[in-house]
């Protein structure tokens, strides 16, 4: 499978993005899926996951503010981020949890 991950820009504290991660090469509508992240010096932290049917389970420190879902029919994950934060600033990875397979990242910075 392949992963690409879009959505990341600069955007300033309280405001919002949407990233979507779009698999090929495999249908992943069984898969679990998720959302790392991976800030500068830090080491890389599960942000979001959501299994075949649509169960999600967030990190505590993004709960209430991301939203992890996923649309089959486009074979392609999403992760709503609201009320950003400058601890989010982040590269984030999309991640194929049965395959282990990783996307590229996209970079998601947030202003003070």
């Known amino acids: 499978v392949q992963l690409v991950e879009s959505g990341g820009g600069l955007v300033q504290a309280g405001g919002s993005l949407r990233l979507s991660c779009a698999a090929s090469?495999?249908?992943?509508?069984?898969?679990?899926m998720g959302w790392d992240r991976q800030a500068p010096g830090k080491e890389r932290e599960v942000v979001a996951t959501?299994?075949?049917?649509?169960?999600?389970k967030y990190a505590d420190s993004v709960k209430g503010r991301f939203t992890i879902s996923r649309d089959n029919a486009k074979n392609t994950v999403y992760l709503q981020m609201n009320s950003l934060k400058p601890e989010d600033t982040a590269l984030y990875y999309c991640?194929?949890?049965?395959?282990?397979?990783w996307g590229q990242g996209t970079q998601v910075t947030v202003s003070s």
């Open positions: 991640k194929d949890w049965s395959s282990g397979a």
């Open positions: 090469g495999e249908n992943i509508r069984f898969t679990p």
């Open positions: 959501i299994t075949g049917v649509g169960s999600a």
